[in-house]
């Protein structure tokens, strides 16, 4: 019988296969990561290699999962996304600008632009959201607004983890701003906050090809490792960015 194990891994082949137009040579090692057929330029939208190495937040989250991750399931909706979005004038806008303005998108293929469009921009910010030898606090404004509103540090681990184990079926978990307030909320599917007028922070996404081959079942344990890999630079950043572009 197959395993939950096996059967993502066949799954994520499976993704491939009906996804690419073209496909370059497969990386056969997690130590580094290499060009897949998203990463090049072959349509408007396209996929960045990852910025550190697949292995870089072992122990918190291996290689393999981030290889499958981000080379089948990310690149997945971008060469998904170049398939489905054909109008010029909202081709040529970026893809936040885009999920801002669905209503823009053509009602006929929206529902497809939401999905594939929300997986690759909440994809993109997820890999920047993570970094080797990432966790510990936010410092700054973005320290003094989670103490605000959560009391303290702990206080807001501790709502996110409730909020992030608790989601019901895929979606992601996030801590957003509007540019006045911050909250943790959670988003259906590949829904994006932005779509919402709220910038997304940091976000940990809980499909299950995020975390199953390390973790099956055991949410908390996956969002505890995943705290001890966020990049709070990054979103600091984005915190003090928020008013300015939400």
């Not at 799954?11 to 990386?27: E, G, R, S």
């Not at 469009?117 to 993570?130: A, E, Q, V």
């Not at 705290?227 to 979103?235: E, I, L, Q, R, S």
């Amino acid at each position: 019988m197959m395993t939950r194990r096996e059967a993502l891994k066949k799954a994520a082949i499976a993704t491939v296969a009906c996804a690419a137009t073209t496909v370059l040579t497969p990386t056969t090692k997690a130590e580094s990561p290499r060009m897949t057929f998203a990463t090049t330029k072959g349509g408007p939208f396209w996929q960045s290699p990852l910025a550190y190495a697949y292995d870089a937040l072992e122990p918190h989250i291996d290689a393999e999962t981030m290889q499958i991750h981000h080379d089948v399931h990310h690149a997945g909706y971008v060469a998904n996304l170049n398939k489905t979005l054909t109008d010029p004038k909202v081709l040529s806008w970026p893809i936040e600008r885009i999920l801002r303005n669905l209503n823009a998108v053509s009602e006929d293929v929206r529902a497809a632009v939401r999905n594939y469009g929300g997986g690759h921009y909440n994809h993109t910010i997820f890999w920047k959201m993570m970094k080797k030898n990432g966790g510990g606090e936010p410092q700054s404004s973005l320290a003094r607004a989670i103490e605000q509103k959560y009391t303290s540090f702990g206080a807001f681990k501790d709502v996110f983890t409730k909020a992030a184990t608790e989601q019901f079926g895929s979606g992601w978990t996030w801590l957003t701003s509007d540019g006045k307030d911050i909250r943790i909320e959670t988003s259906a599917n590949q829904d994006s906050p932005v779509s919402e007028g709220r910038l997304p922070l940091i976000g940990i996404d809980m499909w299950e090809h995020a975390y199953y081959l390390k973790y099956q079942n055991k949410r908390v344990d996956y969002v505890n490792a995943w705290f001890n890999v966020v990049d709070w630079g990054y979103a600091s950043e984005r915190y003090v960015d928020a008013e300015r572009l939400v």
